[in-house]
C-alpha cells in the first residue's frame, strides 16, 4: 500500500513538497517525486502538513459529565473536587468507556493522536482504572493513551490511596501521579512527593504531579520534585503539571527555582484554558492570570507542555480535543505573541507534549511512522490564528478522519466569490 501526498507545505516552512508513503512509514520527502504505480495520491493544495497533536495533561474519566449531578456554581478548583466526589459513587463502568469513547471519537477528528490521562485512583473499587484500560486497549490502533495513576483526594489524606496507587500500577497503569498541594499539611505534601518518586524509582516509571495548582506564593512542592528528581537520576522522566503557584511566587525566589528545575531535567505542562479559569478565584481586582512562567521557563531550556486538562467536566464546562484552541489560550496569556513564541505555541501541543509522554521524536522524516494532520492553513501561526480545520488526519498511512474545507461563499459585486481566511502574504519576518 503506497500514497504520494502532492503539495504540501512543512512546519519548517518549505513549500511544494511530496511525501511518499509506504507501508505506513515515510519512505521520501521532497520536491516533484514520481508517483508509483498504483499508488493512491493525495492533493495537499499548498496546506500545512504537520505532525499530529498530542495532549499531555488531560483527565478522561471525568470528561463530558458535565452537568452530573450537578454544575460546579463558585467555579473553583475545590468545588470541581467536592463535585467530582459527589459523581464518583454514581459512576459505572459502561458509562465511563462511553463518554471516553466519545471523546477519543473527538480528539481524532481534531488530528490529536496521543493523549496522557490522568485516572482517579481513590475508590476502592478502582471503577475508572478498569474502565480507561479498557480503552486504551480499544483505541490503540488510532491513538496512544498513557494513563496516571493520580491520587485526586491526596495520597496520604485519602485512607487507601498509596495501596491503591500500587494496585493501578500493577494493573497496568503506565506513571506515577500526585497531588501534593491538596495534601494536609506542607509537610506531607512534600512526604507525597517523597513516597511517590521513589516508587516511580523503583519500578523505572515516570512520574506526573498535578503541582502547586493554587495561588498561594509559599506553595513550593516543585522545588521538592526537582530535589528528589536529581537524588534518584530520574531526569528526563518527570513532569510538574499547572505550576500556577510559580505565577505568584516572589522574583527572586523564582530566579533560584528555574535554573533547579532546568538543572533536574524536570519537563513542565501549564494548562492554560483551565488555569485562566480556575486560578485567581479569591483575587478581587488586579485578578492574577494563574498560569506558570511559561516563556521564561522555556528560555532556561525547560520543555514546556501545553494541555487541555478538562472538556465539559466538573472543573470546565467548555472544550472540544482542539489543541490549537489550548495553543491560542496559552500564546495569548502568557503574550507569546512574537513570531518566535506563536510558534513556540503550536511546538507545546505538538512535539512538546510527545517528549513529555517519552514518545518517539515527532515530526516528518523519512523513515518515520506517517502519523500527520493536514491543517487549512499555510504555517502554524496561521493554524494557530484560525484554529485550521483539520482536513484529513493520518495514522501510519491510512486517513481517519475528514473535514471539509471552511469556505463561505461571497455573493458581493466585485468581491471574489470565496472567501480566503489565508493570510495573503504568509511567513512575514521574526519581529
Ligand atoms: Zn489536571
Not at 190 to 215: K, Q, Y
Not at 253 to 264: C, D, T
Request: hydrophobic content about 45%.
Amino acid at each position: 500500500m503506497r500514497t504520494l501526498i502532492r503539495h504540501a507545505t512543512l512546519v519548517d516552512g518549505r513549500t511544494g513538497q511530496d511525501v511518499l508513503i509506504e507501508q505506513g512509514k515515510i519512505a521520501a520527502i521532497g520536491p516533484g517525486l514520481p508517483l508509483p504505480e498504483g499508488a493512491e495520491l493525495l492533493d495537499a493544495g499548498g496546506c500545512l502538513l504537520a505532525p499530529p497533536f498530542v495532549d499531555a495533561h488531560f483527565h478522561m474519566d471525568a470528561t463530558l459529565s458535565h452537568g452530573l449531578p450537578r454544575v460546579n456554581r463558585s467555579g473553583t478548583l475545590l468545588e470541581g473536587i467536592a463535585l467530582w466526589g459527589e459523581l464518583k459513587p454514581l459512576l459505572t463502568q459502561e458509562a465511563l468507556v462511553e463518554r471516553a469513547l466519545a471523546y477519543c471519537d473527538w480528539a481524532i477528528a481534531k488530528g490529536l493522536l496521543a493523549i496522557r490521562s490522568h485516572v482517579d485512583i481513590c475508590d476502592d473499587r478502582l471503577l475508572a482504572v478498569e474502565a480507561l484500560l479498557q480503552v486504551r486497549e480499544r483505541v490503540r490502533p488510532w491513538l496512544d493513551l498513557q494513563l496516571v495513576a493520580f491520587p485526586q483526594d491526596g495520597l496520604l489524606r485519602s485512607p487507601g490511596a498509596l495501596s491503591n496507587l500500587v494496585r493501578a500500577l500493577d494493573l497496568g497503569v503506565d506513571v506515577v501521579g500526585g497531588i501534593p498541594h491538596f495534601e494536609r499539611t506542607m509537610a506531607e505534601g512534600a512526604e507525597s512527593v517523597r513516597i511517590l518518586c521513589e516508587l516511580a524509582a523503583e519500578r523505572g516509571l515516570r512520574v506526573d504531579m498535578h503541582c502547586d495548582e493554587t495561588d498561594d506564593p509559599l506553595s513550593r512542592h516543585i522545588e521538592t520534585l526537582a530535589f528528589h528528581t536529581q537524588r534518584l537520576g530520574l531526569q528526563g522522566r518527570v513532569t510538574g503539571s499547572h505550576l500556577t503557584s510559580m505565577h505568584s511566587m516572589d522574583n527572586y525566589y523564582v530566579s533560584k527555582l528555574i535554573p533547579l528545575i532546568a538543572e533536574a531535567g524536570v519537563q513542565v505542562v501549564a494548562n492554560p484554558l483551565i488555569n485562566i479559569t480556575l486560578q485567581g478565584r479569591h483575587d478581587s481586582y488586579p485578578k492574577r492570570r494563574g498560569m506558570t512562567r511559561v516563556p521564561e521557563l522555556m528560555a532556561a531550556g525547560v520543555n514546556v507542555a501545553f494541555g487541555h486538562d478538562c472538556v465539559m467536566d466538573p472543573w470546565y464546562s467548555l472544550g472540544s480535543a482542539d489543541m490549537l484552541e489550548v495553543a491560542q489560550m496559552g500564546l495569548h496569556v502568557a503574550q507569546m505573541t512574537s513570531q518566535h513564541g506563536m510558534r513556540a505555541c503550536f511546538d507545546a501541543v505538538t512535539v512538546n507534549p510527545a517528549r513529555v509522554m517519552g514518545l518517539p521524536e515527532p515530526g516528518l522524516d523519512v523513515g518515520r511512522s506517517a502519523d500527520m494532520v493536514l491543517l487549512q492553513a499555510r504555517d502554524p501561526v496561521e493554524a494557530i490564528r484560525l484554529r485550521a480545520t483539520r482536513l484529513w488526519v493520518m495514522r501510519a498511512g491510512r486517513v481517519l478522519a475528514r473535514t471539509p474545507p471552511a469556505t463561505a461563499r461571497l455573493e458581493l459585486p466585485g468581491r471574489p466569490e470565496q472567501v480566503d481566511w489565508r493570510h495573503p502574504t504568509p511567513g512575514g519576518a521574526d519581529r
